[in-house]
């Protein structure tokens, strides 16, 4: 048993925008969180609209981005995706953490030691 | 990362002040970045903004916390750097309440006494509302191919596509030329039965008689001549919509006999026994006053009270100058295109003498007009010699008078008309014929249409009456 885990990326960060994401890293996490596959995919263009629509034929069970529109936050959580929003920081730092246990929606991941923002 | 002492101005004022309590106060939404576009220090206008405190991000990249469109692909801090110019731009963020909203921002470089940059300072502006009330502004004055910007017809434009999305029967009151054709299509074209037929109907074209078997349709052999069967045009609106013109000049006879349909939506052709169910909306026109005809037995109180469920009145153009400009600027875009001619305005003179005239044929009378001058001009600015020359002969009837109302509208003759008290009717039936004739400034065509004659009725009426010039 395994679990996608989509995350939008601008540069080596989290994208600060989901609606003007244009790349994003798809991770297959196992049981024991171990990472079993990983690649990128690179979007023709940004687009709210066609991100939900990879997300969901990805079947991607969790989507860790930064900021988002509630009509879109909505949407995917009632298509019982997860959804970690306002993460703020490096992808990288914010997958590890992420397997870890300690990612919430709001945590700010960049140097200087992982912070909860009130989410 | 952690919260820190609060900066402080020195040498400005006799006593260091704290930086955040100048800040504090403002209502705009201010950021201070350090050369690595990580914040130092935000306001509580920002913070309120964004939905994140200052602590939080102290560190963070401002493009993190701020997630501006602008951010993403137009960094203007990057570009006020290179610049070394404050960089305005307006774009929308998405703060932490995953709400978008629309920002203008200003970043401008900050640099120490030798010039180098120590950072930015950026400001957020929440143009929300002045974007909304830019919406309100420019919003299309216009519904189908009516426009306007008056509060008249903003007041149309509001209720029209309301109109539009329900079956109700329309009545579209107005004077001629005010665009009650216009409406009636448009109607159609944004209602749910835009895909079936719209069929128009001129009530006031055709003989009684005629006009039944084109209405209602008729069987083979049903009157002399009738050597198939017909459809009526009730029937060839099926689904549709059915647009009565001229519904004041509807015989009485047919008056009742679409009272029937409107109730059972039942057509039954000349001829046949055999009805129809026909799904019909109906929307009429006309000019004329209908509760005055009522009065007069001239119109079915009950057919008005059917299809007066929604009344629509399109207002003169008299009553809607302020949209004399743009719809002089639009019909005269529109006939540049068509003809391609190089036309391009009005000069000063005609737009004086455009916005004196009275348009007692309203807004087609005012196409035809900038029709003319498009077609007569061969430069680029009409001038007055471009006019039609009845527009100066009417001007000077016109001149220091009220414009013509339409007669339709105005009170009746009789009530017009005192002291007929003890009078027989030939004398009252004069004296109204001499009014109407007065009115209409002695043309007979129209003092018929005031009295509601065809011209040959005046014309003997004026005979019997002694009356002929």
Known sequence: MFRKVLITVWNSDISPRFDLTSEVVIVALDDQMSVIQERTVVLPHASAEELCHLILTEEAGLVICGGIEEEYHQYLTWKKVEVLDSVMGPWVRALEQFRAGELAAGSICYDGGSRQADA | ?469
């Open chain 2, 1 to 469: 990362m952690d919260s820190c002492p609060d900066p402080e101005v020195a040498g400005l004022f006799k006593s260091p002040v704290v930086l955040s309590a100048l800040l504090e106060p403002l209502p705009l939404g201010i950021v201070l970045v350090d050369p690595e576009r990580r914040v130092l220090l935000m306001n509580q206008a920002l913070e309120a903004l964004t939905g994140f405190t200052r602590d939080e991000v102290r560190g963070v990249p401002c493009y993190a916390v701020l997630r501006g469109n602008v951010c993403m692909h137009q960094c203007p801090v990057l570009e006020a750097e290179a610049g070394g110019q404050p960089i305005r731009r307006e774009g929308d963020l998405i703060n932490r309440g995953r709400e978008k909203i629309s920002v203008r921002l200003t970043s401008v470089p900050v640099r120490d006494p030798q010039g180098a940059l120590v950072g930015f300072l950026e400001t957020f502006e929440d143009i929300r509302l002045l974007q909304h009330l830019n919406e309100k502004y420019h919003q299309p004055y216009s519904f189908g191919r009516l426009i306007g910007r008056s509060p008249k017809m903003e007041d149309l434009f509001r209720i029209l596509p309301v109109v539009a999305r329900t079956d109700s029967s329309v009545l579209i009151t107005g004077e001629t030329g005010t665009g009650k054709d216009v409406v009636a299509e448009a109607l159609h074209q944004a209602s749910g039965r835009a895909k079936e037929p719209f069929i128009k109907v001129n009530c006031g074209a055709l003989p009684e008689t005629l006009m039944e078997s084109e209405l209602f349709g008729h069987t083979k052999g049903a009157f002399t001549g009738a050597v198939g069967d017909k459809p009526g045009r009730l029937r060839l609106a099926h689904n549709g919509t059915l647009y009565l013109t001229e519904i004041g000049d509807l015989p009485l006879s047919l008056q009742v006999k679409l009272l029937t349909f409107l109730d059972d939506k039942i057509v039954y052709p000349l001829g046949s026994t055999r009805g129809f169910q026909a799904e019909v909306r109906v929307v009429a026109a006309t000019h004329r006053h209908l509760e005055r005809m009522v009065r007069e037995g001239r119109f079915r109180e009950d057919l008005l009270f059917r299809l007066n469920v929604v009344r629509l009145h399109l207002p003169p153009l008299r009553e809607r100058s302020e949209d004399l400009p743009l719809l002089m600027d639009h019909f005269l875009a529109a006939f540049s295109l068509r003809f391609q001619k190089k036309v391009r305005d009005f000069s000063q003179e005609v737009r004086r003498i455009l916005q004196t005239y009275p348009y007692p044929g309203n807004v087609r009378e005012l196409r035809n007009i900038v029709e003319y001058a498009a077609n007569i001009c061969q430069e680029e600015v009409i001038k007055p010699e471009h006019l039609p020359v009845y527009i100066f002969e009417n001007a000077s009837l016109s001149e220091g008078a009220a414009p013509q109302k339409e007669e339709a509208f105005l009170p009746p003759l009789s009530e017009v008309g005192s002291g007929t008290r003890g009078m027989n009717w030939p004398e009252i039936e004069r004296r109204l014929i001499v009014e109407a004739l007065v009115r209409s400034k002695g043309r007979k065509s129209r003092a018929a249409e005031i009295l509601g004659w065809g011209r040959s009725t005046l014309w003997r009426k004026m005979k019997q009456y002694g009356l002929n010039s």
